[in-house]
């Protein structure tokens, strides 16, 4: 292959240069090409022709050899120039040198009067080829990971304002509330969707509003305020799982895992009736969990609830399932037992706060100092303290009745009433025969009737019979219906499997890495 060279322009002929351009509907601007070496043209060998043979035929004979080559060269440079001009849409200019007599061929140009034994078309290109794309501006998206994320779920009345006030961001996204096209797109929020915000520096630096896991509309802060789009691949939300051994403890091997510190609080929680934390965990107790994890720009930037737990000891095995019931009540539920579907029908308690001041049972009354059966439990709490009912049920009596004073009887399942005595007044609008639900205010502490001081006299009655409320065996109702029965095993049995995964995984790479050590 012949080596090639650039020449330099030449001022003398650019003119006739560019009108060749013109002629031949190139870009003016081009590559030049100059094709270098000692080639020569093959001379053909003299062969004497018979003399049979036609005259017709010997005035046909070839041109002088010293034409072909740059008929030749000149043929193929020009395909040559062609094919870059439509491949790489890059202006080309030709020239080729024959060293045989010095001159240079240009493909695209008439020769130069002026110079009869140069025909160079001279152009002047950059030293490195410059490529050019087109396209769409893609603005960067601003780091994840900088500052502090918070979310907020989006409640029936909420506005972009409130929210924002919620969060005292107010101040800082003054500019935001104020861009009309974020207010347009965020003037409906749906309740129960999430809006995250990122705080760099006390300062809003960026918001998302997930309306559903995989669509969102993402603020960013610019130099000029605000700008906000709509975004399906940026923003989404899973389901992560982690599974563990503990060596230390559950926080500090959960971050070690890739815990966050909230679900590793959660983890306590979801077990508080299984697994006695106050005494510690024992090492190599086992953990898996299944929970939320919301990521932007494919990084974690909030985890939320766990779904599904398990703790293992070397002795026993807990799984609990997160369950939402139809009244919106979220309990943690073992999938595997009848009796965690079920909850007692009765509080133990009227009142969430104060003491028990008196039990039930014998004792020497209060005011008038002999011994005498005391039929309820008395919990001391300040005047005015809400008393709610225990259970579901309805009004049998509400008045004033003797020592009692201010009281208030329910109606219960299965012959089952309860007393409340000695309110200091009843809800406004209850009367009797009213329905009533487990954790209603019914009325208010007071000291009304034979009283010493501020409390509330509970009864637990059986067809009559007054029961010691502390300890007596409460009737057991289930907390699903069977709808919610159904969707609950369905989402269980899901769950199940996946822990079953995770446990099986994480076995495989602690045998892997104990196989590696030995």
Do not use: C
């Not at 500052?147 to 009345?157: A, I, K, P, R």
Request: aromatic share 8%; hydrophobic share 35%.
């Amino acid at each position: 292959m012949l080596p090639f060279k650039r020449r330099p322009p030449s001022s003398s002929t650019k003119k006739g240069w560019d009108e060749a351009m013109k002629r031949y509907n190139l870009p003016v601007g081009g590559i030049e090409v100059v094709i270098l070496g000692d080639y020569k043209p093959k001379q053909q060998k003299q062969q004497r022709k018979p003399e049979s043979v036609n005259r017709k035929h010997t005035a046909s004979a070839k041109p002088p050899a010293n034409r072909k080559p740059l008929r030749y060269i000149a043929t193929r440079s020009l395909f040559l120039a062609v094919g870059l001009a439509t491949l790489g849409n890059i202006p080309v200019y030709s020239m080729i040198s024959t060293p045989d007599d010095g001159k240079v061929l240009n493909l695209v140009s008439q020769p130069d009067s002026n110079s009869p034994g140069q025909v160079l078309k001279d152009l002047s290109l950059p030293a490195v080829a410059v490529e050019s794309y087109s396209g769409y501006a893609v603005d960067a998206l601003q780091d994840a990971h900088q500052g502090n994320w918070t979310m907020h779920v989006v409640g029936e009345d909420d506005t972009l304002k409130s929210i924002m006030a919620k969060l005292e961001l107010s101040k800082t996204a003054k500019a935001l509330l104020e861009t009309s096209s974020i207010q347009e797109s965020l003037a409906e929020l749906k309740t129960g969707s999430r809006i995250f915000v990122q705080v760099v520096d006390d300062h809003l630096d960026q918001l998302i509003y997930a309306k559903n896991e995989h669509r969102a509309y993402i603020v960013s802060a610019t130099d000029n305020g605000y700008t906000g789009q709509w975004d399906e691949e940026a923003f989404a939300m899973r389901e992560s799982k982690i599974a563990f051994t503990v060596k230390h403890s559950i926080p500090k091997d959960g971050k070690a895992a890739g815990l966050s510190g909230s679900v590793a609080r959660q983890i306590n929680h979801v077990f508080r009736k299984d697994v006695d934390f106050r005494k510690g965990v024992r090492v190599g107790d086992k953990v898996g969990v299944i929970f939320e994890d919301f990521q932007y720009q494919g990084k974690s930037i909030y985890t939320d609830k766990v779904l599904a737990a398990e703790y293992s000891n070397n002795k026993e095995t807990w799984q609990r399932i997160r369950f939402t019931l139809a009244d919106g009540k979220t309990d943690y539920f073992r999938p595997d037992g009848d009796t965690e579907l079920k909850r007692t029908a009765f509080e133990r308690k009227p009142v969430t706060v104060g003491h028990m001041s008196s039990g039930f049972g014998m004792r020497s009354h209060p005011v008038f100092g002999f011994r005498k059966s005391h039929a309820g439990t008395d919990f001391a709490a300040p005047r005015g303290t809400p008393i709610h009912a225990t259970a579901d049920g309805s009004v049998k009596f509400i008045g004033r009745q003797g020592g009692y004073g201010n009281v208030i009887e329910l109606r219960h399942m299965d012959g089952i009433t309860t007393l409340y005595g000695h309110m200091s007044g009843f809800k406004e609008g209850l009367q009797s025969g009213n329905s009533v639900k487990r954790g209603d205010v019914i009325g208010y502490v007071g000291s009304t009737g034979t009283s010493t001081g501020n409390h509330v006299h509970y009864e637990y009655r059986i067809n009559g019979e007054p029961q010691n409320p502390m300890s007596v065996e409460l009737p057991q109702i289930g907390i699903m219906s069977e709808a919610e029965m159904k969707d609950f095993k369905n989402f269980a049995s899901s769950m199940v499997e996946q822990l079953a995964d995770i446990r099986k995984l994480a076995a495989a790479e602690q045998a892997q890495k104990d196989q590696k050590g030995g």
